[in-house]
T-cell receptor
Framework: DGGITQSPKYLFRKEGQNVTLSCEQNLNHDAMYWYRQDPGQGLRLIYYSQIVNDFQKGDIAEGYSVSREKKESFPLTVTSAQKNPTAFYLC????????????????FGQGTRLTVV | SQELEQSPQSLIVQEGKNLTINCTSSKTLYGLYWYKQKYGEGLIFLMMLQKGGEEKSHEKITAKLDEKKQQSSLHITASQPSHAGIYLCGATQKLVFGQGTRLTINP
């Protein structure tokens, strides 16, 4: 079955450590996105990628990094520079690569809950 | 940058009642998504609207996009406990979202 998979579902990190969240899709989608969600709040865009080997900062990119070496994969690294990393992280993908003309349906993974201990 | 504002932020209704959630964009929309989320889970696609004046329905949920393509409403008829969750509107360009509306259905 086609879909988008995030792993792990729960992740614990010690302060000062980097950690990488995985996002894989087998939908042949060009565009992929990472969001952060805090309790009681909506989704805030961290990074997005329209095509392989290219990505753009979203609204809250500081303290995060991404790569897009393969079409199927868009991993997110939460670095030690991110001051408040504890949050729920969601990855999405969509067919459209023209972000300013609109997309077809966007599919979401089930999320990764990151906790700093 | 484009911003989406949802209202209300939180809504509690009695089972069986109708309700409406609104979404207003700071800029003209190329299209708008509505998603539903259960706490701590991913988003479930409800519908996408792209044309001014467009209206779509799925079961007891109806969404409309106004003619100017800057406002959308989501209406639930005869609400059920299964409708409870967080409803999010999102712009199809750049995939930015509103802050969500938390819906609680009381039996």
């Amino acid at each position: 079955d086609g879909g988008i998979t995030q792993s792990p579902k729960y992740l614990f990190r010690k302060e000062g450590q980097n950690v990488t969240l995985s996002c894989e899709q087998n939908l042949n989608h060009d565009a992929m996105y990472w969001y952060r969600q805090d309790p009681g709040q909506g989704l805030r865009l961290i990074y997005y990628s329209q095509i392989v080997n290219d990505f753009q900062k979203g609204d809250i990119a500081e303290g995060y990094s991404v790569s897009r070496e393969k079409k199927e994969s868009f991993p997110l690294t939460v670095t030690s520079a991110q001051k408040n990393p504890t949050a729920f992280y969601l990855c999405a993908s969509s067919m459209g690569s023209d972000l300013y003309r609109g997309n077809t349906e966007a599919f979401f993974g089930q999320g990764t809950r990151l906790t700093v201990v | 940058s484009q911003e989406l504002e949802q209202s209300p932020q939180s809504l509690i209704v009695q089972e069986g009642k109708n309700l409406t959630i609104n979404c207003t964009s700071s800029k003209t929309l190329y299209g708008l998504y509505w998603y539903k989320q259960k706490y701590g889970e991913g988003l479930i696609f409800l519908m996408m609207l792209q044309k001014g004046g467009e209206e779509k329905s799925h079961e007891k949920i109806t969404a409309k996009l106004d003619e100017k393509k800057q406002q959308s409403s989501l209406h639930i008829t005869a609400s059920q406990p299964s409708h409870a969750g967080i409803y999010l509107c999102g712009a199809t360009q750049k995939l930015v979202f509103g802050q969500g509306t938390r819906l609680t259905i009381n039996p």
